[in-house]
């Protein structure tokens, strides 16, 4: 039940970006859509640093922290290094 409840979560929120790209882009004349205070550059998010650490180390146990992507390797080492991990 709690996998269906994170999926439910998780198509909640793609549907829920659809919607409201849809909107961006059809019912925002092209000035709304450049102004800066509707539409940041910059997103700032809280995260509990206990609940981060541990999602950050179920990922690493896993095997699923993905080392890929060349453009995330600096914001990778940072976020771990603001944790206090260790790979």
């Given at each position: 039940m709690a996998i269906e409840k994170d999926n439910d979560r998780a198509s909640y929120l793609a549907q829920k970006?659809?919607?409201l790209k849809d909107i961006e882009l059809f019912y925002l004349l092209?000035?709304?859509r450049r102004w800066n205070h509707w539409f940041p550059d910059i997103i700032y998010y809280y995260a509990d640093v206990d609940k981060t650490r541990k999602?950050?180390?179920k990922l690493l146990d896993d095997g699923t922290w993905s080392t890929d992507d060349v453009k995330n390797i600096e914001m990778r080492k940072k976020l771990?290094?603001?944790?206090a991990i260790t790979v």
């Open positions: 970006a659809e919607i092209p000035h709304q999602a950050v180390k771990l290094k603001l944790l």
